[in-house]
């Protein structure tokens, strides 16, 4: 027994000194967030992206290099199920675009989504997607805004400077439009703008009966869609819900609601749908005054 003491005195007093012989643990480096925007006064599109960046808390970003030391870089292409190299961008180049893109972001794109929170935005200059069918045909697509992950790509900064009024409200209604998409989507803001036109979507304009596929041939606003011009005096297609969501979108940024209820008053449904997206888009904190 005296000798089990024994050794167990001499095993603690080992552990004690070997705790004391153990330097502290070295504390870590300081965490800094790669997509933080710092000040450079020397550099006039860095000091306009930093005093951005101090008002509203989103980054700014002209190129792929969110930070050179240690080498950060963002990927538009990046997606939750992994890299997807679908679209080819490239960045604008000249100091001056860069400036009129920092300009039109501050003044024209971020007053309007108030509270709606962005990670993070990329000037672009191209956006395309290039389909090869085979070595001799292939079809380019190009694009005005990329919901990245981690950033939202905003293309043809360069033509900003050159667009008429109508080019640029239809420019902008393109980015809010993809903006309020997602969230729009994930929460239960839509299904009173969904059920409106619910039994009509994914089916065909025709004839006079309503069946599993067909609708009866009338105007289209009557079932509470908004023409997209593709429609025939025969028949068309109706679409789908999603199709519908952003053809309302966008007739929601770029008309008034003096010159909405101008062109669809007379159609109720057009009109619930409307009401309910406004409302909806509000609630998500865009601010429609600010457009």
């Given at each position: 027994m005296k000798t089990n003491?024994?050794?167990?005195?001499?095993?603690?007093?080992?552990?004690?000194?070997?705790?004391?012989?153990?330097?502290?643990?070295?504390?870590?480096?300081?965490?800094?967030?790669?997509?933080?925007?710092?000040?450079?006064?020397?550099?006039?599109?860095?000091h306009q992206i930093f005093l951005l960046y101090q008002q509203s808390n989103i980054p700014l970003l002209y190129s792929d290099t969110l930070r050179k030391t240690p080498l950060n870089v963002v990927n538009l292409n990046y997606t939750l199920s992994g890299a997807n190299t679908n679209y080819v961008y490239t960045y604008p180049k000249n100091k001056a675009d860069i400036l009129n893109g920092i300009a039109f972001v501050k003044n024209q794109i971020l007053p309007p989504l108030n509270k709606v929170k962005m990670y993070s935005i990329t000037l672009l200059d191209t956006l395309k997607t290039v389909t090869v069918y085979s070595p001799t045909y292939s079809v380019t697509?190009?694009?005005?805004?990329?919901?990245?992950?981690?950033?939202?790509?905003?293309?043809?900064?360069?033509?900003?400077?050159?667009?008429?009024?109508?080019?640029?409200?239809?420019?902008?209604?393109?980015?809010?439009?993809?903006?309020?998409?997602?969230?729009?989507?994930?929460?239960?803001?839509?299904?009173?703008?969904?059920?409106?036109?619910?039994?009509?979507?994914?089916?065909?304009?025709?004839?006079?009966e309503l069946t599993i596929s067909y609708v009866p041939l009338a105007d289209k606003r009557t079932y509470g869609l908004i023409p997209d011009g593709t429609e025939s005096p025969s028949g068309y297609s109706i679409g789908n819900q999603t199709a519908d969501l952003k053809l309302f979108l966008t007739k929601t940024?770029?008309?008034?609601?003096?010159d909405f209820q101008a062109q669809y008053g007379a159609y109720p449904l057009i009109m619930s749908k409307y009401n309910i997206l406004k409302a909806a888009i509000t609630t998500l904190g865009f601010d429609l005054t600010k457009i």
């Open positions: 003491i024994k050794y167990l005195a001499i095993l603690i007093f080992a552990v004690i000194a070997a705790c004391k012989k153990d330097s502290m643990p070295t504390a870590s480096e300081p965490h800094t967030d790669a997509y933080a925007r710092l000040d450079n006064p020397a550099n006039d599109v860095d697509a190009y694009f005005t805004v990329l919901p990245g992950l981690t950033t939202f790509g905003i293309a043809n900064i360069p033509k900003i400077q050159n667009m008429t009024a109508t080019q640029l409200s239809a420019y902008k209604a393109d980015i809010f439009t993809n903006v309020v998409l997602n969230p729009l989507n994930a929460s239960d803001l839509l299904k009173s703008f969904n059920a409106v036109s619910a039994n009509f979507y994914n089916k065909y304009a025709y004839g006079t940024f770029t008309l008034s609601t003096a």
